[in-house]
């Protein structure tokens, strides 16, 4: 067994077919069958099955998987820390879901420090790769948050996965709707109110989605539902079809995209708990550490607990 071999599999396995994970290899279809036979008769699992209608992961395939994305991560992880061209740069990596002080923290980071030589990265991503990236520590901090509807679902994931999480704040839940809406100066709706009106949901693109969902009310039963992974999507479909979408309600007057959005509260209470998670027993960079001290500038919760 060797990584070619496990980047094979993934590819395979997040193809629709082995013609398309050949070209995206750059390897021929015959070559990367063979491999990938040679690295199942190893093994002694069958790891897809074949069919006249193509391939197919199989339940040890499952299982196989989801330690190869592991083995890989950590392997490029030391490719790109040891063999790259850059390994003489300070290194530094967040991802966050989509919270506006994430990055304003991350900016301020590297203009307090001034490295020389540096590269590093924030992802803007989705739970359950926030949650990855932390696990494989392809980032240092992640920044996650969850509501009364998928607590108990997160912290199970938090032990599972060996993270720490510590509260920053908790925000009650509002509506973003653009500023011509006919509820935009209300101080308050409820979801009914807005039922005639399409929600934006990021889309978790996860079979555990609902679970994973980084918006409140995950479990309300929406009768119009437009799901996208693109901001600039999201305020678009807002402004143009009178859509809304659900979250903390907090905004910054910095950043362009959101200037013609305004909060309303909603009347249903399901409050989103925000704050930072790292991996147990980690020995945080410079750069981390400075990182959460600039987080904690935005705590209004005491840390009371970790989970």
Known sequence: ????????????????????????????????????????????????????KGISLTEEGRDFISYAKKAVGQYEILEDRYLSKDSDKERFSVSAQHYNFASRAFTEVIRKMQPEKYLFSIHETKTTEVLDDVRSLRSEVGIVSFSGSNESVIKKLFRDYSLEFTPLMKRDTHVYVWKDHIYAKRKEVSIEEMREFPCVSFDQSSDSNFYLTEEAMADYSFDKMIKTDDRATTMEIIAKLSGYAIG?????????????????????????????????????SAYGEAYIEELLKYRELEENEKD
């Open 1 to 52: 067994m060797n990584i070619n071999q496990l980047k094979y599999v993934l590819e395979v396995a997040s193809s629709s077919s082995m013609r398309e994970a050949s070209t995206k290899l750059y390897v021929s279809q015959p070559a990367l069958s063979a491999s990938i036979r040679e690295l199942e008769e190893e093994l002694g699992i069958l790891i897809f099955e074949r069919t006249n």
């Open 248 to 284: 903390s309600g907090m905004l910054s007057g910095e950043n362009a995209i959101l200037e013609g959005l305004v909060t309303v509260k909603l009347k249903e209470e399901d409050p989103l708990t925000i704050g930072y998670i790292t991996r147990k027993g980690s020995i945080l």
